[in-house]
């Protein structure tokens, strides 16, 4: 597994996301995890607080010894 930063693309709002570092398989499977640990039930939908995964910068920063996809740490703009 990798560690991954997951990065909102373009401007961040209050009560939003920005980032988040999470352990996935590959870029593809980071790019589809969202900050607050719930899945994506429809990709082409975005959530109150996350955007869709076409929007989201993926920079592989490590290995990980974990073997299940988590989020590690998330930045959250509360307003």
Not at 23 to 47: H, Q, V
Request: contains cysteine; charged residues 20%; glycine residues 6%.
């Amino acid at each position: 597994m990798n560690i991954y930063l997951i990065r909102h693309v373009g401007s961040t709002s209050w009560d939003e996301y920005d980032s988040a570092v999470v352990i996935a398989e590959s870029i593809s499977t980071a790019r589809e995890m969202r900050p607050d640990g719930k899945p994506f039930l429809n990709t082409l939908e975005s959530s109150d607080s996350w955007v869709l995964p076409r929007l989201v910068k993926v920079k592989l920063i490590g290995k990980s010894i974990l073997s299940k996809p988590q989020v590690i740490c998330a930045s959250f703009n509360a307003g």
